[in-house]
């Protein structure tokens, strides 16, 4: 169990997440002992109890369950200001039992569409990031 708190007012399960994020890898928690994908995050499986949590490699390839379009920020997001309006996007991975992931869309917007399929691409941490990794998502144009 971690006891690092990355995200204000987290639980600090998702250590292993940005973790593999800093190395360039996207990895989804599983449970070992009844393979139920959990995200976000936890340090216990919802579905059977089991503590013992495995990170698996995920393709980071999904579809648009949902975005919204940001035509301004809060403080909190200051460094965003320069990207304004911006798209931020909630990608279904049906390979992580249905997980879904934020992250924001990069490229042409074309084809924006709830159930687009879009592949993800990871950034190393940034100050716009806050210091983290990141995902962004770009929608496959041959998926369009």
């Not at 169990?1 to 599983?30: C, H, K, N, P, T």
């Not at 648009?64 to 990608?91: C, F, G, K, M």
């Not at 991975?93 to 869309?105: I, T």
């Not at 990069?106 to 990794?133: C, F, H, M, N």
Request: proline letters at 5%.
């Amino acid at each position: 169990m971690s006891a690092v708190q990355r995200i204000r007012g987290g639980i600090g399960a998702d250590e292993e997440y940005w973790l593999a994020i800093e190395r360039g890898e996207f990895r989804i928690s599983r449970c070992r002992h009844c393979k139920s994908w959990m995200w976000p995050a936890n340090f216990r499986c919802g579905k059977c109890g089991s503590w013992d949590i495995d990170w698996e490699p995920v393709e980071p390839i999904g579809t648009i369950y949902t975005w919204t379009r940001n035509h301004a920020v809060s403080e909190a997001l200051a460094e965003r200001q320069a990207d304004l309006p911006y798209v931020t996007l909630l990608v279904e991975l049906p390979q992580a039992g249905g997980a879904r992931v934020a992250g924001v869309l990069e490229g042409d917007e074309t084809a924006l569409k709830i159930g687009a399929q879009v592949r993800g691409r990871i950034l190393p941490p940034s100050d716009k990031a806050k210091g983290y990794g990141s995902v962004v998502w770009s929608i496959e144009s041959d998926a369009a």
